[in-house]
C-alpha cells in the first residue's frame, strides 16, 4: 500500500510537469486568436476622442508592441502571481475571476451531481431491460436531452416556468431588492442546473447502458447471479463498479464541454458567473480578463483530466501507474 501511494506521487508530480508545457501552448494559441480578433482600442475610437488620446493609451497598455512582445509581458506578469487589470473598469483581474468563480462551480458542481443521479439509475434499468420498449424510451429521451441545444430549452423552461407559470425567476442569483439566503439562490439555481444536468443525464444514460450491457456478460457476473444473492446485489455490488470505469473517463471528457455550456446557460439567465464576465470581456476585447479566464480555465480541464486518472486506477486496482 505504502508503495502504491509514492507511485500515486510520482506520477501526480510527472503528469504535472507534462502539462506544463501544455498550459504554455494553449495560453501562446489564445493570445494569438484573441490579437486576431482586433485590438481593444478600437472599441475606444470615437468622435469625442482623439487619436492623440488613443495613441497614449496604446503606449500605456502596451498595445503599440509588437503581439509576441505583449506576450511575453503579459507572461512575465503572470509568474509574478498578477494577472493584470481590466481595460475596461482597471479591476484586477483576479478579483474578478476571484468574484465570479465561486457561482459557476456551484452551478456546475450540483448540474454534475444532479446529472449523475438521473444517469445512473435510468442506464442501469435501461441495460437490465434491454431491448423493451421501456429500453428504447429511455434511449430515445437520452437522445433527445443531449442533442436539443441548451439556449433553445432554456427558452422553453423560462417560457414554461416564468412566463406560463410564474414559479421560478429568470435571472440572477439573487432576488433584487430581497433578503437572498440560501432558499433564494436554490429558486434562482433550478432552471439552469435542471437544463446543464439534462445534458450531462442524456450523454451519460448511454454510456452507462453500454458499459453495464458488457458487465452483464461477464462470467464472473454470471457466477454471482447463479450464486443466489439476487439481481440487484449482483448489479450494484458486482456489476456497478466495473461498469463505472468508462463512466470516469467519460465523465472527466465533459468538464471541458461543461464549462462551454454554462458560458451560454449563465449568458441567458445572467448567473454572475464566469460565463458572464467572459461573454462581457469578449464583446468589449478586454484582453486581461479573456486570458485570466482562458488561463483558468485551461488549469481546470487538466486537473479534471489528471483527476480521471487517479479515480480511474482507484476504481480499477489492476491499472499501474507508470
Known sequence: MEGRK???????????FTALPVLLGITIIDFIIMSLAGSPLEMMAGPRVTAGAVEVKAVKLGLDQPVYQ???????????????????????????????????????????????????PFGIYSAVHRYTKRDYALVSLSFLGSSIPSF?????????????????????????????????????????????AISIAGSNIRYIRSSVLEILQQDYLRTAKSKGIGRFLTINKHGLRNALIPIV????????????????????????GLGLITMNAITGRDYPVIMGVCLLTAVVVLAANLLTDIVYALVDPTIKYQ
Not at 6 to 15: G, L, V
Open 70 to 120: 505583449q506576450y511575453l509581458n503579459w507572461l512575465s506578469q503572470l509568474l509574478k502571481g498578477n494577472l493584470g487589470y481590466s481595460i475596461k473598469n482597471y479591476q484586477p483581474v483576479s478579483e474578478i475571476i476571484g468574484s465570479h468563480i465561486g457561482p459557476t462551480f456551484l452551478l456546475m458542481g450540483t448540474s454534475i451531481i444532479i446529472g449523475l443521479i438521473i444517469a445512473v
Open 249 to 272: 473517463t467519460v465523465l472527466g471528457m465533459q468538464i471541458p464541454m461543461l464549462f462551454g455550456g454554462a458560458v451560454i446557460i449563465e449568458q441567458v439567465f445572467s448567473w454572475p
Open 6 to 16: 509514492i507511485k500515486i506521487i510520482k506520477y501526480i508530480i510527472k503528469r504535472i
Open 152 to 196: 433553445f430549452l432554456s427558452l422553453i423552461f423560462i417560457y414554461v416556468f416564468t412566463v406560463r407559470l410564474g414559479w421560478l425567476p429568470s435571472s440572477g442569483m439573487t432576488t433584487v431588492g430581497g433578503e437572498g439566503g440560501v432558499l433564494d439562490i436554490i429558486k434562482h439555481m433550478i432552471m439552469p442546473s435542471m437544463i446543464l
